[in-house]
């Protein structure tokens, strides 16, 4: 901790906070991922120097050897919650960026919910019951989830609305309305442009969806597309005809389709030629 003292006080150099609740931790990451950090122990020591953690007297043992301390509490989640604020004044940081825990560390998620909200990656490195999924997802979503797996058929698309990202190593039951209800719209539709490009999708002629924050230039991104020139009206057998003149995307066996973004009604449309009435472009 003295080296992290010593060297980052810098405040324009980026750390960040992370805490393990298998060890009831709390680590500062280094841009070269070397990791300091303050365990919080729920036991009495009197013979150990003591340090002024966040207001709290507590005592500690310095360890060089795993670049970290031990602090003892008469409370763990005081503790944390201590040690969170003390390491976060010291250092610079605004959040907790990385949050792990264990079935006996869901607790921890407490001093996170209400210090920050839901602005962090949790982290389980186990499978999950069906109780324990639904626990974390209703109490604490995280923007980003990382979890070694859910149960099978677990419904998950009910809780995506509040994900950004979401990592699950096991099989999921998902549907694109699930996909399209959580936050990650871009990812969907690149990835679905992508494989089309390349010839998947066969029976694809055309997509319609509705979205908000929507930026064009990430979607479409490597994909080699063109800018149209003039308008052009598609008609198709579900929908009304559809004047576009944005981009136009080529698959890998030459067919053309136009994909546009209309921001003012926050509607993304997606059309392969010929249309339905066997015009072509």
């Not at 503790?79 to 264990?102: C, H, P």
């Not at 698959?251 to 973004?261: L, P, S």
Request: charged share 25%; aromatic share 12%.
């Amino acid at each position: 901790m003295y080296y992290l003292v010593k060297n980052f006080r810098d405040k324009s150099i980026s750390l960040e906070l992370s805490m393990d609740g298998e060890d009831s931790s709390v680590w500062v990451v280094t841009p070269d991922h070397h990791y300091h950090g303050v365990e919080v122990v729920e036991r009495k020591f009197r013979n150990l120097e003591r340090v002024n953690i966040n207001g709290h007297l507590v005592p500690i043992h310095r360890s060089r050897k795993h670049n970290g301390w031990e602090t003892y509490w008469d409370d763990e989640v005081k503790g944390i919650q201590s040690v969170i604020e003390y390491l976060s004044d010291l250092f610079g940081i605004k959040k907790v960026a990385r949050v792990t825990v264990t079935l006996y560390s869901f607790k921890l998620l407490n001093v996170i919910k209400e210090r920050q909200g839901n602005d962090y990656e949790l982290s389980i490195n186990y499978h999950l019951s069906k109780k324990q999924s639904r626990f974390i997802l209703e109490n604490y979503p995280a923007k980003v989830l990382n979890m070694a797996g859910l149960p099978p058929n677990f419904p998950i698309g009910k809780y995506l609305q509040t994900v950004d990202t979401l990592f699950v190593d096991s099989k999921l039951s998902i549907t694109i309305d699930d996909l399209l209800n959580m936050n990650c719209v871009e990812q969907f539709l690149s990835r679905l442009l992508q494989h089309w490009a390349i010839g998947g999708f066969r029976r694809l002629k055309y997509l319609r969806l509705n979205v908000e924050y929507f930026n064009l230039e990430d979607v479409l991104g490597e994909l080699t597309h063109t800018r149209m020139t003039e308008k052009r009206t598609y008609k198709s057998n579900t929908v009304p005809p559809i004047t576009f003149n944005n981009r136009l995307i080529t698959r890998n066996d030459g067919v053309v389709a136009f994909f546009q973004y209309d921001q003012q009604y926050g509607r993304v449309e997606f059309g392969v030629w010929p249309d339905s009435e066997r015009n072509v472009y």
